[in-house]
């Protein structure tokens, strides 16, 4: 088990991007967006075929998003798990609008302790684990809480991305296997908010999952989709969606507990 270094502290800095996040940057709930321009699960079929009454667990689920949308493609009954509970009050509101239910637990992927073991069919993560530091607790938690058979589904940025600068040639601005950044997010709260996130190549998520005894069926990076929606629904600025044009934006990866 690794110990994380000192530093930002992830879930506090969330609780303060919670109410700024969900007005201002937001995250589809419409249908299953597993990351920037990325295709939609009707196209990638990552989960569905596992999806339709799986007890399903969602790690970072954020402002409930994801569960709304695993909802509206048969997934039930849901657990949304988020250390930040400003994240977790957004869930509990959109999850009331949309007239569903989940259990949420204000935890990190971590430590997912109040989860019986073998009591999920599907563990799906959308664009968290960047934030967890230590893959080897996190994954022996995923593969305690599936059962036999049982599928975990994430989608991760990609360091390619991180690792660039924004606007063409996109040259390097840090070494693509630094996985540790600290960074700011300025402009969207009321004042600045460090946040240290963790960035992995799809073979170092390769290796974690197999390390923990799961067994990894489709590790992607997926040619990006047609940018004027995500433009248009104020998803992403028109310079990053240029830049998924050059660069990958999101890795998938889907493993299944043997
Ligand atoms: C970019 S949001 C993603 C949420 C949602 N899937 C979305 O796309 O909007 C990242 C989420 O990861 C959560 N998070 C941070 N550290 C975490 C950890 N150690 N375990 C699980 N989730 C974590 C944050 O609180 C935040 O809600």
């Not at 204000?106 to 073998?118: G, I, M």
């Not at 799809?202 to 990006?224: D, H, K, S, Y």
Request: charged residues 25%; hydrophobic residues 40%; proline residues 7%.
């Amino acid at each position: 088990m690794s110990k994380q270094p000192s530093g930002p502290d992830n879930a506090a800095a969330w609780d303060r991007l919670a109410e700024p996040y969900q007005r201002h940057v937001g995250w589809p709930d419409d249908h299953l967006a597993w990351g920037l321009r990325c295709p939609p699960e009707e196209d990638l079929g990552l989960v569905s075929d596992v999806v339709g009454d799986a007890r399903t667990v969602v790690l970072g689920c954020g402002g409930g998003q994801d569960l709304v949308a695993l909802a509206r493609l048969g997934a039930g009954p849901l657990t949304g798990v988020d250390p930040s509970s400003g994240q977790l009050e957004h869930a509990r509101q959109r999850l009331s609008r949309a007239g569903l239910t989940a259990r949420l637990e204000t935890r990190p992927a971590t430590d997912l302790a109040p989860l019986d073991d073998a009591s999920a069919d599907l563990v799906v993560s959308v664009q968290a684990f960047d934030y967890v530091h230590d893959l080897e607790r996190a994954f022996a938690e995923i593969r305690r809480v599936l059962r036999p058979g049982g599928v975990f589904a994430m989608s991760v940025l990609h360091p390619a991305d991180l690792s660039t600068e924004d606007a063409a040639p996109y040259g390097w601005h840090t070494p693509y296997h630094q996985q540790q950044r600290d960074w700011v997010w300025d402009g969207l709260a009321d004042r600045e908010v460090a946040l240290r996130s963790w960035f992995r190549s799809p073979a170092a998520w390769f290796t974690a999952v197999t390390a923990a005894g799961l067994t990894v069926q489709r590790l992607e990076e997926p040619v990006a989709v047609d940018a004027r929606p995500w433009i248009e629904r104020g998803w992403l600025d028109a310079t990053t969606a240029a830049k998924l044009d050059v660069v990958p934006g999101t890795i998938l990866l889907r493993a299944r507990r043997d």
